[in-house]
Structures are given as C-alpha cells and as structure tokens.
C-alpha cells in the first residue's frame, strides 16, 4: 500500500512561500476557502441590495431608493445569490474541499486547471461589481435579462450594464466548466482503493451528478449571452423581434424573445438542481453523522440523485407557461414537473425514516439540516401548485412565486450551507464554532424566514404582483401593505443576524475551541486526515484504504458508535454480515 | 474502456481497465487526462448542440432569408479533413514511436488548420463583398457565429498544438509526446465532426 502512495507522491511538491501557498494556490484546500470567502463576500453584496429592495416595499415614502435602483438591485440580488454564492459555494466551496478528501485522493486530478478556475471566477466577480460603476449602473432587466427588455432603452443599464453582466457570466462559466471538469474527473479517477462508487458519501454523488448537469446546461447559457451581446453590439436580430422605440424603428427585425427564454430556462431549470443536488447530498451526511445512523435506503438515495439530475433537462418550460405555448407543451412539462416530485419525495421520507429511532444529538449543523428538511418540503410543495399550468397562470406574476423560490432555493440550501460551514470547520481550521452563537444563529433565521416568506404566500394569493417597485394602487389593500412593512423589519433582523455567524466563523477560526480530528465521530475519510486541518497531499505518507460504506454507525458488536470507512470487516463472515457492510454488493432496503 | 472501479467481494477492488488485475492505485496522469478531455467534450457537444437547435427554432420567423453559402466553405471542409487525417497520421506514428513521421504529421496538420481558418476568413470577407453582413439577416448571423465559435475552438485546440510540437522538439520522453498526440487528435477529430454538422445544418436546412 505505501508504494501506492510514494508512485504518486512525488507530483505533489509542497509549495515554500506564501505566495504560491496562499494566492496562486494550486491545493484543493486552499481554493476551497478562496472559492467560499469571495462568494461570502459576494453574497453579503447581495444581502445588503435586498435589505435595500425591503426598505423601499415596506417603506416607500423613504426615499432610499428610486425605480431604476430597484430593479438594479432585484437583478443582481438574484443573479449573485444563484450563481455567484450558491453555485460557487457549493460545488467551489464544498465540491473543492470535499471531494479529494472524501474519496480518498490527495488532491484534484488537474490541479492548475483548479486554481484556474478561482481565478477566472474572481475576474468575473470582479466584472459583476464593475457594473455598479458603468454609466447608468448594472443591468436592471431582472435576473432572466428576458429581451428585448433587457437591451432596449427604457431599461436601467441597458448599454454598459447588460453587456457586463452577460461578460461577467461568460466567465463564470469558463471557471465552473473549469472547475465541474475538475470534479468529475477527480471522482471517476482518483478515488483510493477500495472506494467503489457506491460507497462514496452522499455528498460526493451530489456534487457529481450536479458537476455533471453543470457542463450541459451552463452552455446554454453561455450562447444566449453570446447572442445577446451580439444582438446588443452588432445589431443582430437573434432575440429581438421588430421594436419601435420612442418613435424610432430599431435596427431589429424578426427575432424571437422565446428562443431566449428557451435557452435561458433550458440552463436555469438545472441550476435549480446544480444547487439543490450538492445540498441533498450534503444534508444526508449531516443527518446521518448526527442522528448516528445508517443512512436510510443507500441505494435508493444515489438514484434518486441520479434521476432527478436527468429529468431536471425535462421541465424548462415550466417557467414559461405565461409566456404562451403550445397546449400539449404544457401538458408535457407539467407532467414532467410533477414526475420529478416522486424522486425528490423518495429523499425526504429517507431522511425522516434516518432520522427515526436516531440517536439524534441537536447540534448545530443538526438543527440546521433538519431545518433544511421543514423548509424544502414547505418550498417543494408550493411548487406541485406552481407546477400545474392552470394554477400557475393566475399566481406566475405574484408574491406565491416569491415565496416559493425563496424556500425552496433560496432559504433551503442557504441552512444547508450554514449547516455544512459548522459541521466541516473543525476539519478546515482545527478549531469548534461557537455553539451558543451558533444556536442563536439557527433560530433567528430559522424561524426569521419563515416570518419573511410566509406572508408571501398570503400577498400572492391576494393578488399582489412581484417585480413593483411600488404598490400604489387601489387594489392593495392596507393589510398588505402593512404586512410589507412588517416583513421588512423582520428582514432586517434576519439580516443583521448574520452578523452573528460571520462573527461568529471568524472569531472561531483563531480562538475556538480545538476540536481534535474528528469531533463529531464521523466515519466518512475526511475525518480520518494523520493531521487537522489536512496537510499538504491530505494523507501523509500512505493514502487510506476504504473496507466499507460511509455509514456504519452503531453498528451491533462494534466497540464505539461508529466504524471509519478505513476500518478492515472482520474476518471472513463479511459475506453474510450485515446489509449496511456490503453496500456495493446487495440491496438492501 | 471502463469509467468505474469494480469491487469483488473476494479479491477486493479491482482495476477499472477490468482486466481483472487488482486495483494499483490512483491512475496515471495519461488516463486522467484522457478521461478529462472525453468530458470536457460534453460542454462543447451541448453548445454546439444547443446553437443547432436554436438556428432550428429561429429560421421559422418570416424574415429568414436563406443564405447563399460561398464555395470557400466547400475548400475549408476539404482543408479541415485534410488537417484530420494528417493528425491520424502523427497519432499512429506516435503510437509506434516513429518520431519524424510524427514531426511530419504535426507539421501538416498545422499548416492546414491555419489554412482551414484563412479560408473561413476568405469566406466571410467574400460574403461581405456580396453585402450578406452580420447583422443584415438572422440566416447569416448564424452563420458568422456557427464558423467563429467554431473557429475559436480550433484556434485554442493549436495552442495546444504547438504545446505538443514544442514537447516533440524539446525532446520530452515519448509517454508523454504520445499522450499529446492522442489527446489533440481526438480534439481535432471531435472538430472535425462538429464542422461537418454545422456546414451539413447549414446546407441542408436553410
């Protein structure tokens, strides 16, 4: 087995100054936390314009903020919050720390490509927060950048602002084709022996499959902003249709804003999923760490991933319906839609039944997976309404679908995220988060988005539209708007709240309390690193052997609650031991 | 070529090459990076892909008027698998290890890929003299981003290209000179096809 490691151990120099160690860092570790603390930083941007967005519903006589500003910032609050924090956290964030580690290998297979692709993702957040500075500021056509609107005067930012946007995207995908390539390529190449796909963690096969959906859909993308750039600078007619504008015909003829919403959504549906996967897989092994059992139905886990990954290409349309389509079009994607529920559904009676009978310890990154939990099954359920075309139409342009994107991909994978920091940042700086804070944390914005988005659902019952910037109008009644103003300042608690956590994660990372290797008693490979946090090539001399699945805990006979994947089966009985030993081999639900 | 490590209950993790030899460890670079490249087509396969569908769905607009192609396109398909085959040549000459037939191959290649792309440029330019410009009708707006996004790819695949005669001149071992070899020619190969599809798109659905 050593000479395993030393065959392999000789391309991983160990980098001497700081530069090299920590700027043009070619460790996975070290762009993990560079990938999170620029997507952090980027997200508190995001943050901050939607404590902008909320003053002005709650309190439109402030002033603070005028039309076109507000469209600005409900723009990039979305595009920033999607792709630039949930999408870089968790596959260049989690995927980057996590995959090499939990399968086993002593980095990622392309190292330089990996620091590449930091690289490019900081140029494009770079480029982003250039569009603040750009005559008439960044884009404002909302975060779909729909044409015509989009590059037709009228619009805020519709020169300079839409073209650094779209610049900005393009190299965003550069760096997540970069990256995704990355991962994949790590997960099908470098796992250590004995780790057979099947025994990897759940959080592997998430950040997997969604790297996976990441490099089909994320193309779309990429040529519908090509295409819109070209249509705003060279004045092509790809998406725009024929337009007059202040009494002047446009130089378009013809095109078609539908492709764009075709292409948009044919990436947009599976960046729902690129989020979403990496947070189911995530949630699982916090659940099972924590509840200190096997994960319920292995199998069915991994399928579930896989299949909800590929049906995710089949329901774009769904958020198209008021956009007009073909009847059985919308037939199709509604079915489509709804089918895609049973998978999703199939994962959370999972974790409730491993949670069931648990030895269920409520810690911090516990509560918040259970929280994860509650929240996806409220967000996912407005979505079997949002799903049907007939109950879509009435509530497409309101609050409902407000409330519901923001439970289901903005609340739920954002407890994921917090969870996921707490769980893993003993083995990321050697030191405990502070558990009183941490708890503090949990609940005021646990229980302060459900405060938020709840109402929402009520507004968009009532028939309050979304994207105003103003509801001055006879048909708002006076409850609502009183509401809106109840849910800003509710907002802006949560929102200083999170001064909490990063007060809380810095303070942590240089006066916690040491946590040793593995505090929670974890069995997947990540917390069986010689040193903590793990040294350069992660494995010292020898690279682990995996003998099991990542989830034997309290496993009769063993002498603690839980047996690391590093630990041999005993003796030759393995074949007819227990199901959960040989999960590669047999089903076992 | 199998993509998945196989586990056998008794004799442990198996090779993924499934040749029944057990596991040796994480694969060499030459496999990751083969398994790398075969990936990263599937990006390339999905735009070129997704920009075929959508000259699908937009010529159905009433004022597509199809463009009439120049007969450099005609030249450029016949450089372009000329360049393919002169690569095929240097991948099997590398793969015996006969190192001038390689020079020669690599250098054919190149010479008509850099001729490949001056007759796409001769093709644009005759089109403009005729006035069919970019943005005069969506017909030829696709087909100035079809070839450019087409072309660009090439351009970064001869950056590669010249990675690979510099690793011949500078006399890198013949692993690696090989491992080269292959990965650029299964590129070119995979340009070569998209070209193909986007000239037969071109040709037949206008």
């Known amino acids: ?589 | 070529m199998s993509h998945w490590v196989k586990y056998d209950p008794s004799r442990g993790t198996l090779d993924p090459d499934g040749d029944g030899r057990s596991w040796q460890g994480p694969a060499g670079r030459g496999r990751a990076a083969m398994r790398g490249l075969l990936i990263f087509l599937l990006p390339l396969a999905s735009m070129f892909a997704l920009v075929i569908s959508a000259y699908m769905m937009r010529r159905h607009v009433g004022d597509w008027q199809p463009i009439p192609l120049p007969w450099q396109v005609w030249l450029s398909t016949v450089l372009l698998v000329g360049s393919s085959i002169a690569f095929e040549v240097a991948r099997r000459a590398a793969a015996l290890g006969h190192i001038h037939d390689i020079r020669r191959g690599l250098l054919g290649t190149g010479v008509l890929a850099v001729a490949f792309l001056g007759s796409q440029l001769w093709a644009w330019f005759h089109l403009q003299e005729q006035g069919y410009y970019l943005a005069a009708n969506p017909a030829n707006s696709f087909f100035y981003l079809m070839s450019g996004l087409h072309g660009l790819h090439l351009i970064a695949g001869l950056v590669a290209w010249s990675k690979t005669r510099s690793a011949l001149t500078g006399g890198a071992d013949v692993a690696s000179v090989q491992l080269y070899v292959q990965l650029c020619a299964i590129y070119w190969h995979f340009l070569l096809v998209v070209w193909l599809l986007l000239f037969g798109v071109l040709f037949w659905v206008s």
């Open chain 1, 1 to 589: 087995m050593v000479t395993v490691a030393s065959a392999d151990a000789h391309e991983h120099h160990e980098p001497q100054s700081f530069i090299t160690k920590y700027v043009w860092s070619q460790d996975h570790k070290v762009i993990a936390i560079q990938y999170s603390l620029t997507a952090i930083a980027v997200g508190l941007v995001a943050l901050v314009l939607s404590g902008l967005m909320r003053i002005q519903l709650g309190f439109p006589d402030s002033g603070l903020v005028d039309a076109s500003s507000y469209y600005q910032f409900m723009t990039l609050h979305g595009m920033i919050m999607v792709i630039y924090l949930l999408t870089a956290l968790f596959l260049g964030g989690f995927g980057n720390y996590l995959i090499p580690l939990m399968v086993g290998a002593r980095d990622m297979v392309f190292p330089y490509l990996n620091m590449l692709s930091y690289w490019f993702y900081l140029v494009s957040v770079l480029v982003l927060m250039a569009s603040f500075f750009v005559p008439d500021g960044p884009t404002g056509a909302g975060w779909t950048l729909y044409p015509p609107q989009a590059i037709t005067g009228g619009t805020p930012g519709a020169d300079w602002g839409i073209l650094t946007m779209l610049l900005s995207l393009a190299i965003f995908i550069v760096a997540a084709t970069m990256g995704s390539l990355n991962y994949v390529t790590t997960v099908l190449q470098a796992r250590t022996k004995g780790m057979t796909l099947m025994r990897m963690p759940l959080t592997v096969w998430g950040i997997f499959v969604a790297s996976i959906m990441a490099l089909l859909a994320f193309p779309a993308l990429f040529v519908a902003a090509v295409m819109m750039m070209l249509d705003a600078t060279m004045g092509t007619s790809f998406f725009m249709p024929a337009i007059i504008a202040m009494g002047q015909q446009l130089p378009h003829e013809g095109g078609s804003p539908l492709l764009f919403q075709h292409l948009f959504w044919f990436f947009g549906h599976p960046e729902v999923y690129i989020v979403a996967l990496p947070a189911f897989g995530l949630v699982s092994d916090l659940i099972s760490t924590h509840a200190r059992k096997n994960i319920f139905g292995y199998h069915m886990m991994v399928w579930a991933i896989v299949i909800i990954g590929g049906l995710s290409f089949f329901v774009w349309a769904h958020h198209m319906y008021v956009s007009g389509m073909n009847l059985s079009f919308g037939f199709f994607f509604a079915i489509s839609t709804l089918v895609i529920a049973v998978p999703t559904a199939i994962k959370v009676y999972n974790w409730i039944l491993t949670l069931w009978k648990g030895d269920i310890h409520l810690t911090v990154p516990m509560l918040y997976a259970i929280g994860f939990v509650v929240t996806f099954v409220v967000g996912g359920l407005t979505g079997l309404f949002l799903g049907n075309v007939i109950v879509d139409i009435p509530l497409a342009d309101t609050y409902f679908v407000v409330a519901h994107f923001h439970m289901v991909m903005g609340v739920a994978p954002i407890l994921v995220v917090f969870g996921g920091i707490h769980h893993w940042f003993p083995k990321v700086t050697g030191r405990m988060m502070n558990d009183t804070l941490g708890r503090l944390h949990f609940w005021i914005t646990f229980l302060g988005t459900y405060v938020i988005f709840f109402p929402m659902h009520y507004l968009g019952v009532l028939g309050m539209p979304r994207r105003y910037f103003d509801y001055d109008y006879e048909f708002i009644p006076q409850s609502a708007l009183d509401l809106n103003t109840f849910i800003t300042i509710v907002a802006l608690v949560v929102a200083a709240a999170q001064i909490l956590f990063l007060y809380n994660m810095i303070w942590s990372a240089f006066r916690g309390r040491p946590s040793g290797g593995n505090p929670w008693g974890a069995t997947s490979l990540e917390w069986q690193t010689p040193q903590t946090p793990p040294g350069h090539g992660n494995w010292g001399p020898a690279v682990p052997e995996v003998h099991r699945w990542a989830y034997d805990y309290n496993v009769p006979g063993a002498s603690a609650d839980f047996v690391p994947q590093t630990e041999p089966q005993r003796g030759p009985s393995q074949g007819h031991g227990h199901g959960p030993e040989q999960p590669g081999e047999k089903g076992h639900s």
